[in-house]
């Protein structure tokens, strides 16, 4: 018998990584503060050295954890060829300022200072379903260069 529970959802986020930080052209530094009981923010910075455009292509792998703790892949797969302008159109509902700039295209090489950004504006998310199974989820992100197909982040 398969049974799955599906209810309006509440991201609780238990870390962040960045897989390999040493040959990513943006790199992510960021790291969970938790505020209190039922509040957690982001802090830290992101280091970017080739700007995040639409000549980037975006692919996001979404893994569920099974009963017996091992992760099935491929749970939820989303690809797009204009990685700027589609993070834009997910988070157009979202106030970015705590994560050190804005969703505007391109975003320009620098270091940005994520200074506490609520994790709970990720249920703001477009195009996002508002319900899903219970369980946990890993979420792997990868942006690569179109012409080269090389991975920068």
Do not use: H
Request: hydrophobic share 35%; charged share 25%.
């Amino acid at each position: 018998m398969n049974l799955i529970v599906k209810g309006e959802y509440r991201a609780n986020f238990k870390s962040f990584y960045n897989c390999n930080p040493e040959t990513n052209k943006i790199q992510f530094n960021y790291y969970l503060n938790k505020k209190s009981d039922n509040s957690t923010e982001i802090k830290g910075n992101m280091t970017i050295l080739k700007p995040i455009d639409d000549f980037l292509f975006m692919d996001v792998n979404v893994a569920t954890k099974e009963a017996n703790g091992a992760w099935k892949e491929n749970s939820f797969l989303f690809r797009s060829e204009k990685a700027c302008s589609t993070s834009k159109k997910f988070v157009s509902q979202i106030d970015s300022n705590g994560l050190g700039f804005n969703f505007t295209c391109p975003i320009t090489q620098g270091v940005y200072i994520a200074t506490g950004f609520d994790t709970s504006n990720f249920e703001k998310l477009n195009y996002i379903p508002k319900t899903f199974a219970y369980g946990t989820y890993k979420i792997r992100s990868v942006l690569k260069d179109i012409k080269t197909k090389v991975t920068v982040a």
